[in-house]
C-alpha cells in the first residue's frame, strides 16, 4: 500500500469515526451546493463586461454579427439574435465565427446556433461566409444542417448569432 492509500484510509476511518452518514450526506450536499454557486457569480460578472455595443438592426443581413451566417435570420421569425422563435430548439452543436464590431472595432467570436422545429422560417434569408470552411472542417462550416440531436424535430428553421466573448 502506498503513502496515498494510507492518508486517505486514515482521513476516511477518521471521518467515519466522527460522524453519522445522515451528517456526512448533509454535509457533502451543503458543500456541493457552495460549490456550484461559487463560480457563478465571477464568470457571470466577466461574461457581462465582454458584451459588446450593439448598432444596426438585428433583421438586416448587414448586422455585425451575421459575418459567417448562412440561413434565415430568428430576429425576423419571432426569435432574437440570441434566442429561438417559439416551438424551435437550439441545436446542441453549432459552428462560430469571428465578426468586427464597428462600435469599438474589436473582434468577437459569435456562435451561431441552428433553431430546429417543424417547419422552416423562410423570412429574411442571410448568407455571409467570410471565415467559412469547407464541410470536412465542421467547426467552422455553415453548411451543414445542425438540427440532428434535437428533440423536437430535425427540420431547420433559423439561425441566432450569440457572442461568446472578446476574440483577443
Known sequence: MNRLDRIMERLSRTAARGMSRRSFFGRASAFGIAAASMPLLPVSRANAAQQPGESGDPQSCDYWRYCAIDGFLCSCC?????????????????????????????????????????????????????????????????????????EVGVVYNCSTAVVLGAAD
Open 78 to 150: 419571432g426569435g432574437s439574435t440570441s434566442s429561438c422563435p417559439p416551438g424551435t430548439e437550439p441545436s446542441p452543436i453549432t459552428w462560430v465565427g469571428t465578426c468586427r464590431n464597428p462600435m469599438d472595432g474589436k473582434d468577437y467570436v459569435i456562435s451561431y446556433n441552428d433553431c430546429c422545429g417543424k417547419s422552416a422560417c423562410g423570412r429574411c434569408m442571410c448568407n455571409r461566409n467570410e471565415g467559412d470552411t469547407p464541410v470536412h472542417q465542421p467547426a467552422g462550416s455553415n453548411d451543414i444542417n445542425w438540427c440532428l440531436g434535437t
